[in-house]
């Protein structure tokens, strides 16, 4: 119960984060965005076809009230159409999943073995293990995510390379082409994800096995396995889901823009930048807004696991 | 290809990426001849070209009986019915609807009789237009308000593709992505990274042949099209298009065989693959895999001058005018394009004075080339003798879009015009985000000069020089805003002549009215070289056929790639 209303006092306290979020960039959008109107135009306008397409977008309508709309829009979740013709949660519903079955393999991974490298490293802090885990990693933050692909993408998947897997392109309907498609990406991801993940837990779980509570239980004779676990772990969790749970709107929403580009996958990433370049508002409004909700929901369930990993952490 | 298209709902199919999937999916009445070069027009939904009245005001065109449109829910009982002449005066009636956002109205604005009435009334679709008329199901007549040589030319663009009325009543602005056609295919998927099409299981029987494609055996017979003589299109039962922006993807994905055809030879690799330029040919190696062709563009890429800039353009001083004239001159004269030809264009592009292009047929390959020749010294001299100096020479303001091919662009400009005695500081690069925004800043004329490319519509001259013509000003085509009046009056004369050798004098003489007044500094077609795999019988195209070419392909039986298989790249 304590827990609900934590939640719903949360939620509520986040709807000014989305009236700020949104308003701001609805304001960016609308001053400082691509004009669609000229997009829209043929190669010999004339002033009433211009006037004609700027009513056609609303943009002749007062920024107040193209803000209410906006606002509208958030609450029946109902944006309209892209300017392809097609409804925007339709485009939605095509795009977020595949951008999450895309994403979140590399996503996992890169968590998961950037912890085990860290532990790693951390254990054997300043031995050559550690010095080696630590140089791949600032070779794996150091090079361009651009030149990671192009180069995963040659030595993996072209004939000039291996030829392991397709160079580009989507399809998820076997879970055999499924992984066909999806491995190069991952990798990819990880390799540049790693870097940061690991240094990130290292640091964390170097500074938990300082403690004095560590220095304690090993005065105790408590076997490392059990301190590494119940010590350091355990104490290093509130760190690991912040950083965990505060990529998650990312990997949702914002997918992946260079990896769906230079793979050719229909994914959100691709279809936020193609609205930005463009100036489609309604899919940019559709974004923005879905990425400030789930931020908000973010924060509250973050707020939920502290308590349920810690707690000494109250809920008010 | 290199883009995704935004839509394929044929009243916004503005750009190469939409019509090579419309064109295929929706029939126009005219296409053009597959392998005639210049491009030549043909029937391709009409049964013939039409019948023009003696005053060149009134076209009747007949239809071909029997053609249906794909099989949808949008019809009845979900077959698709018959293609009938109401269904092209609907179709033109939606480019004059402005909820349709319709970008093809200006080809028949003004032009076709009480269709801008019709319009300026409400766009009401009950109500008939004077100029359209189904005289029956299978013929319709046009009537102009005054002739119009290009009109037959205009049928052949995306679009007038010819829609179905149901289609857009039941998917409205869904029609954007899921095309309901006669063409031959049909939409399968379509998403920012691909289209897939299937063949119409219903399209006409029409077998190929080749004379009448303008088949030219010296040129073409490597290409191996003479195996589609007599055989009814489309030859392939799938097509699909892979939108890859990124050159090194495009490039591993080809040379691994996931497309079979790439549509333009990346920059980077043509030293790696290309054996010579002139002719294109390939290394040994590439050879034995790859067809290739070096395709000069339909188009092509030029500054003008605006001359709304009193620094450049009209001034109320006389004599400030007339100074401008020579100022324009002279950076013209600086202008090299041969290195930019080679910079940028593998020295494989066509570069020629005035604004009639290569690829037009009343291009005039005797005109002196001195305005594309460089002559720093004769530039220099011209502005001394004219007085003008470091000091007060004006600042040029030269606008592109973000990204570091156009800042490499700037700075060439910028290190010729200083040769020519422009200080640095007056030469300036203005940025803009996307293609949108600099549209905006040209036509609403706040940029000095205008540096862009253009693509024919059709193969006429016509639509070049348009491109001058007073009228056309800001918001228009006109970047310039050039006004002379002895040329928008030679423009209005040929533009109600048929092709003709007293109409291709007149656009000779308005070609040197540009040159003689230095309003652009002009122009080069540049060259595409297209490369595909052996096992492919294509000659492709990306112009002014476009995606026209798509039914023709055939592929050789081969087991490296699937019989049933093609992927336009």
């Given at each position: 119960m304590e827990i609900l209303q934590y939640a719903l006092r949360k939620l509520l306290a986040g709807l000014p984060l989305i009236l700020g979020v949104t308003l701001v960039s609805f304001a960016l959008m609308v001053?400082?965005?691509?004009?669609?109107t000229y997009q829209l135009l043929g190669k010999n306008p004339t002033p009433e076809q211009i006037l004609e397409v700027r009513q056609q977008l609303g943009y002749d309508q007062p920024f107040l009230q193209r803000y209410l709309v906006f606002l509208g829009e958030i609450v029946t979740f109902d944006f309209g159409v892209a300017s392809t013709g097609e409804p925007v949660a339709t485009l939605l519903a095509k795009t977020i999943p595949v951008s999450l079955i895309l994403i979140l393999p590399g996503f996992i991974l890169g968590h998961v073995v950037g912890l085990l490298l860290a532990l790693a490293a951390a254990y054997w802090r300043g031995s050559w293990p550690d010095k080696l885990i630590m140089a791949v990693a600032v070779i794996g933050m150091s090079v361009s995510f651009l030149i990671v692909i192009i180069g995963f993408q040659i030595v993996l998947s072209s004939s000039d390379g291996l030829d392991l897997f397709p160079v580009r392109g989507w399809n998820a309907s076997s879970l055999g082409n499924y992984l066909s498609y999806v491995t190069v990406p991952t990798l990819a991801t990880m390799f540049v994800a790693l870097g940061y993940d690991t240094r990130f837990y290292r640091s964390v779980i170097v500074e938990e096995m300082t403690r004095d509570h560590v220095r304690t239980s090993r005065a105790f004779g408590l076997p490392e396995s059990r301190i590494l676990l119940r010590n350091i772990l355990k104490n290093c969790l509130i760190p690991f889901i912040t950083r965990v749970m505060f990529s998650i709107p990312q990997v949702a929403i914002g997918g992946a823009l260079l990896i769906e580009s230079y793979f050719g996958i229909p994914g959100i990433g691709k279809a936020t930048y193609e609205a930005i370049v463009t100036g489609d508002q309604p899919v940019l409004k559709a974004v923005v807004s879905l990425t400030a909700i789930l931020f908000v929901l973010v924060v509250v369930l973050n707020d939920i696991l502290y308590r349920v990993v810690d707690p000494r952490v109250t809920l008010k | 290809m290199d883009q995704a298209p935004t839509t394929l709902d044929p009243v916004q199919g503005s750009n190469i990426y939409a019509n090579f999937v419309i064109v295929n999916a929706y029939d126009t009445l005219y296409s053009y001849q597959y392998l005639a070069r210049p491009y030549l027009l043909k029937p391709n939904l009409a049964v013939d070209f039409p019948v023009v009245s003696p005053d060149g005001l009134t076209y009747t065109i007949r239809l071909k009986k029997g053609v249906r449109f794909v099989d949808d829910p949008c019809f009845a009982d979900g077959r698709g019915r018959e293609v009938v002449a109401d269904d092209f005066i609907y179709s033109l009636k939606r480019q004059f609807d402005p909820e349709n956002q319709p970008q093809g109205a200006w080809l028949w604005q003004g032009r076709i009789a009480g269709l801008d009435e019709w319009k300026a009334a409400g766009s009401d679709y009950a109500q008939p237009v004077t100029g359209l008329r189904a005289i029956d199901d299978h013929t319709l007549e046009i009537r102009l308000t005054r002739p119009y040589p290009q009109l037959t030319a205009t049928l052949a663009q995306g679009y007038s593709a010819l829609v179905p009325r149901e289609a857009v009543e039941k998917y409205g602005k869904g029609l954007g992505v899921r095309p309901v056609g006669s063409g031959p295919f049909r939409l399968v998927s379509y998403d920012t990274a691909r289209v897939v099409m299937e063949r119409n299981p219903n399209y006409r029987q029409e077998p190929v042949d080749l004379a009448a494609e303008g088949y030219n055996p010296a040129t073409q017979r490597f290409s191996g099209?003479?195996?589609?003589?007599g055989r009814s299109p489309p030859f392939v039962d799938r097509l699909e298009f892979n939108f890859i922006n990124e050159s090194s993807a495009s490039w591993s994905s080809f040379t691994k065989g996931d497309e079979v055809q790439l549509t333009v030879l990346p920059i980077e690799q043509i030293d790696r693959v290309?054996?010579?330029?002139?002719?294109v040919t390939l290394r040994p190696e590439y050879a034995a895999r790859y067809h290739v062709y070096g395709g000069l563009e339909a188009g092509f890429v030029f500054t003008a001058f605006n001359m709304d800039y009193p620094d450049f353009g009209y001034n109320p001083d006389p004599e400030r005018e007339r100074r401008n004239k020579t100022l324009r001159c002279a950076m013209i004269k600086g202008y090299d394009w041969e290195a930019r030809n080679d910079s940028w264009y593998f020295g494989l592009g066509e570069y020629f004075p005035g604004i009639i292009v290569p690829a037009s047929p009343e291009f005039d390959p005797s005109l002196s080339r001195a305005s594309v020749t460089r002559d720093v010294a004769g530039a220099r001299k011209l502005l001394q003798d004219n007085g003008w100096t470091a000091e007060n020479l004006p600042t040029v303001v030269y606008g592109t879009t973000a990204g570091t091919t156009e800042r490499l662009f700037f700075e060439q400009f910028r290190a010729w015009l200083r040769d020519i005695g422009?200080?640095?500081?007056k030469v300036v690069q203005k940025t803009y985000a996307n293609f949108g925004d600099i549209s905006r800043a040209w036509k609403k004329s706040q940029l000095p000069l205008v540096a862009k490319g253009w693509g024919l519509d059709y193969p006429d001259a016509e639509n070049t020089l348009q491109l001058f013509y007073g009228p056309n000003a800001s918001p228009g085509s006109n970047d310039a805003n050039w006004k002379n009046p002895e040329y928008d009056r030679l423009y209005e004369e040929s533009s109600v002549m048929q092709p003709s050798p007293e109409r291709t004098a007149l656009y000779h003489r308005m070609n040197q009215i540009v040159l003689d007044d230095c309003v652009a500094i002009t122009g080069i077609s540049r060259t595409r070289i297209y490369l595909w795999h052996k096992n492919v019988i294509a000659v492709p195209?990306?112009?002014?056929l476009g995606g026209f070419w798509l039914k023709y392909v055939d592929l050789l039986p081969?087991?490296?790639?699937?019989?049933?298989l093609a992927k336009g790249g």
């Amino acid at each position: 119960m304590e827990i609900l209303q934590y939640a719903l006092r949360k939620l509520l306290a986040g709807l000014p984060l989305i009236l700020g979020v949104t308003l701001v960039s609805f304001a960016l959008m609308v001053y400082f965005g691509p004009d669609m109107t000229y997009q829209l135009l043929g190669k010999n306008p004339t002033p009433e076809q211009i006037l004609e397409v700027r009513q056609q977008l609303g943009y002749d309508q007062p920024f107040l009230q193209r803000y209410l709309v906006f606002l509208g829009e958030i609450v029946t979740f109902d944006f309209g159409v892209a300017s392809t013709g097609e409804p925007v949660a339709t485009l939605l519903a095509k795009t977020i999943p595949v951008s999450l079955i895309l994403i979140l393999p590399g996503f996992i991974l890169g968590h998961v073995v950037g912890l085990l490298l860290a532990l790693a490293a951390a254990y054997w802090r300043g031995s050559w293990p550690d010095k080696l885990i630590m140089a791949v990693a600032v070779i794996g933050m150091s090079v361009s995510f651009l030149i990671v692909i192009i180069g995963f993408q040659i030595v993996l998947s072209s004939s000039d390379g291996l030829d392991l897997f397709p160079v580009r392109g989507w399809n998820a309907s076997s879970l055999g082409n499924y992984l066909s498609y999806v491995t190069v990406p991952t990798l990819a991801t990880m390799f540049v994800a790693l870097g940061y993940d690991t240094r990130f837990y290292r640091s964390v779980i170097v500074e938990e096995m300082t403690r004095d509570h560590v220095r304690t239980s090993r005065a105790f004779g408590l076997p490392e396995s059990r301190i590494l676990l119940r010590n350091i772990l355990k104490n290093c969790l509130i760190p690991f889901i912040t950083r965990v749970m505060f990529s998650i709107p990312q990997v949702a929403i914002g997918g992946a823009l260079l990896i769906e580009s230079y793979f050719g996958i229909p994914g959100i990433g691709k279809a936020t930048y193609e609205a930005i370049v463009t100036g489609d508002q309604p899919v940019l409004k559709a974004v923005v807004s879905l990425t400030a909700i789930l931020f908000v929901l973010v924060v509250v369930l973050n707020d939920i696991l502290y308590r349920v990993v810690d707690p000494r952490v109250t809920l008010k | 290809m290199d883009q995704a298209p935004t839509t394929l709902d044929p009243v916004q199919g503005s750009n190469i990426y939409a019509n090579f999937v419309i064109v295929n999916a929706y029939d126009t009445l005219y296409s053009y001849q597959y392998l005639a070069r210049p491009y030549l027009l043909k029937p391709n939904l009409a049964v013939d070209f039409p019948v023009v009245s003696p005053d060149g005001l009134t076209y009747t065109i007949r239809l071909k009986k029997g053609v249906r449109f794909v099989d949808d829910p949008c019809f009845a009982d979900g077959r698709g019915r018959e293609v009938v002449a109401d269904d092209f005066i609907y179709s033109l009636k939606r480019q004059f609807d402005p909820e349709n956002q319709p970008q093809g109205a200006w080809l028949w604005q003004g032009r076709i009789a009480g269709l801008d009435e019709w319009k300026a009334a409400g766009s009401d679709y009950a109500q008939p237009v004077t100029g359209l008329r189904a005289i029956d199901d299978h013929t319709l007549e046009i009537r102009l308000t005054r002739p119009y040589p290009q009109l037959t030319a205009t049928l052949a663009q995306g679009y007038s593709a010819l829609v179905p009325r149901e289609a857009v009543e039941k998917y409205g602005k869904g029609l954007g992505v899921r095309p309901v056609g006669s063409g031959p295919f049909r939409l399968v998927s379509y998403d920012t990274a691909r289209v897939v099409m299937e063949r119409n299981p219903n399209y006409r029987q029409e077998p190929v042949d080749l004379a009448a494609e303008g088949y030219n055996p010296a040129t073409q017979r490597f290409s191996g099209v003479e195996a589609l003589q007599g055989r009814s299109p489309p030859f392939v039962d799938r097509l699909e298009f892979n939108f890859i922006n990124e050159s090194s993807a495009s490039w591993s994905s080809f040379t691994k065989g996931d497309e079979v055809q790439l549509t333009v030879l990346p920059i980077e690799q043509i030293d790696r693959v290309l054996a010579s330029k002139r002719p294109v040919t390939l290394r040994p190696e590439y050879a034995a895999r790859y067809h290739v062709y070096g395709g000069l563009e339909a188009g092509f890429v030029f500054t003008a001058f605006n001359m709304d800039y009193p620094d450049f353009g009209y001034n109320p001083d006389p004599e400030r005018e007339r100074r401008n004239k020579t100022l324009r001159c002279a950076m013209i004269k600086g202008y090299d394009w041969e290195a930019r030809n080679d910079s940028w264009y593998f020295g494989l592009g066509e570069y020629f004075p005035g604004i009639i292009v290569p690829a037009s047929p009343e291009f005039d390959p005797s005109l002196s080339r001195a305005s594309v020749t460089r002559d720093v010294a004769g530039a220099r001299k011209l502005l001394q003798d004219n007085g003008w100096t470091a000091e007060n020479l004006p600042t040029v303001v030269y606008g592109t879009t973000a990204g570091t091919t156009e800042r490499l662009f700037f700075e060439q400009f910028r290190a010729w015009l200083r040769d020519i005695g422009f200080p640095r500081e007056k030469v300036v690069q203005k940025t803009y985000a996307n293609f949108g925004d600099i549209s905006r800043a040209w036509k609403k004329s706040q940029l000095p000069l205008v540096a862009k490319g253009w693509g024919l519509d059709y193969p006429d001259a016509e639509n070049t020089l348009q491109l001058f013509y007073g009228p056309n000003a800001s918001p228009g085509s006109n970047d310039a805003n050039w006004k002379n009046p002895e040329y928008d009056r030679l423009y209005e004369e040929s533009s109600v002549m048929q092709p003709s050798p007293e109409r291709t004098a007149l656009y000779h003489r308005m070609n040197q009215i540009v040159l003689d007044d230095c309003v652009a500094i002009t122009g080069i077609s540049r060259t595409r070289i297209y490369l595909w795999h052996k096992n492919v019988i294509a000659v492709p195209d990306r112009e002014i056929l476009g995606g026209f070419w798509l039914k023709y392909v055939d592929l050789l039986p081969e087991p490296a790639v699937s019989p049933t298989l093609a992927k336009g790249g």
